[in-house]
């Protein structure tokens, strides 16, 4: 991986503190990460690449469609762990402003939970860009610093992971990033992890959760944890 700024180091001694002490414990499960897939319509043979994989359950999650998986994550310990899991993904330890692959070669992309830790988000969208097909197809999940717990804990009380770069934007600011650094934005849906927990503990709970099915809040989108934007090449 290139030189890195003091910054970003400190970002991945966070980051491989966090994977080596906590495991995988306080990650999403796999099941979670089907509701991209889906809304990217993923299929066989497609090239998919994982931003900030970490260790890797979106590509595990899309054994399940026939894509070709890799993945990048600037944490070494991740990576390691990730490989340990998945011996035949193709995975690299890399810095998302500068991505280790040529022009153009794949279809799908997707960030999730991470673009609000990276610094300099202009060299990373570029990347995605530049990466992406012409008619790639790309899929972010980002933090609303909208809701009641960033404005008072992250925000109040000062309790931001400030090593982790943990940030967030409003729904607003997200859409015109996105659209400022070359996206068209195709459809915005609220974070459906917490929604598909709240059906499991409500009275339908017997019933199966299809974690491939989109489900719709009856709160404002703007209420969202965090939003899942759909996006592709604004040419």
Same mark, same amino acid.
């Given at each position: 991986?290139?030189?890195?700024?003091?910054?970003? @180091? #400190?970002? %991945?001694? *966070?980051?491989?503190?966090?994977?080596?002490?906590?495991?995988? *414990?306080?990650?999403? $499960?796999?099941?979670?990460?089907?509701?991209? !897939? #889906?809304?990217?319509?993923?299929?066989?043979?497609? +090239?998919?690449?994982?931003?900030?994989? &970490?260790? &890797?359950?979106? !590509?595990?999650?899309?054994?399940?469609?026939?894509?070709?998986?890799?993945?990048?994550?600037?944490? $070494?310990?991740?990576?390691? =762990?990730?490989?340990?899991?998945? $011996?035949?993904?193709?995975?690299?330890?890399?810095?998302?402003?500068?991505?280790?692959?040529?022009?153009?070669?794949?279809?799908?992309?997707?960030?999730?939970?991470?673009? #609000?830790?990276?610094?300099?988000?202009?060299? %990373?969208?570029? #990347?995605?860009?530049?990466?992406?097909?012409?008619?790639?197809?790309?899929?972010?999940? %980002?933090?609303?610093? @909208?809701?009641?717990? *960033?404005?008072?804990?992250?925000?109040? !009380?000062?309790? +931001?992971?400030?090593?982790?770069?943990?940030?967030? +934007?409003?729904?607003?600011? *997200? =859409?015109?990033?996105?659209?400022?650094?070359?996206?068209? %934005?195709?459809?915005?849906? /609220?974070?459906?992890? /917490?929604?598909?927990?709240? +059906?499991?503990?409500?009275?339908?709970? !017997?019933?199966?959760?299809?974690?491939? =099915?989109?489900?719709?809040?009856?709160?404002?989108?703007?209420?969202?944890?965090?939003?899942?934007?759909?996006?592709?090449?604004?040419?």
């Amino acid at each position: 991986m290139s030189s890195m700024t003091s910054k970003q @180091e #400190e970002i %991945v001694e *966070w980051f491989n503190t966090t994977y080596s002490k906590r495991g995988s *414990w306080y990650l999403r $499960p796999r099941q979670a990460y089907y509701i991209y !897939l #889906e809304l990217l319509q993923a299929g066989s043979n497609q +090239k998919l690449l994982d931003v900030a994989c &970490g260790l &890797g359950r979106l !590509l595990d999650a899309s054994k399940a469609y026939g894509v070709q998986q890799y993945g990048i994550d600037i944490s $070494p310990v991740a990576i390691k =762990k990730a490989k340990n899991l998945f $011996p035949n993904f193709n995975l690299f330890v890399a810095n998302a402003e500068k991505l280790p692959f040529d022009d153009a070669i794949f279809d799908l992309i997707t960030c999730i939970g991470s673009i #609000e830790r990276m610094l300099n988000k202009s060299l %990373v969208f570029k #990347e995605m860009l530049r990466v992406g097909k012409r008619n790639c197809r790309y899929c972010f999940l %980002v933090r609303n610093s @909208e809701t009641r717990s *960033w404005k008072f804990f992250k925000d109040f !009380l000062g309790l +931001k992971n400030k090593a982790g770069h943990q940030d967030a +934007k409003t729904l607003k600011q *997200w =859409k015109d990033m996105f659209s400022l650094y070359g996206f068209k %934005v195709n459809a915005i849906y /609220p974070d459906q992890y /917490p929604l598909q927990k709240q +059906k499991q503990r409500s009275g339908l709970w !017997l019933k199966k959760i299809n974690f491939k =099915k989109i489900i719709f809040s009856t709160r404002q989108l703007e209420d969202a944890n965090e939003f899942i934007f759909l996006l592709e090449k604004n040419d």
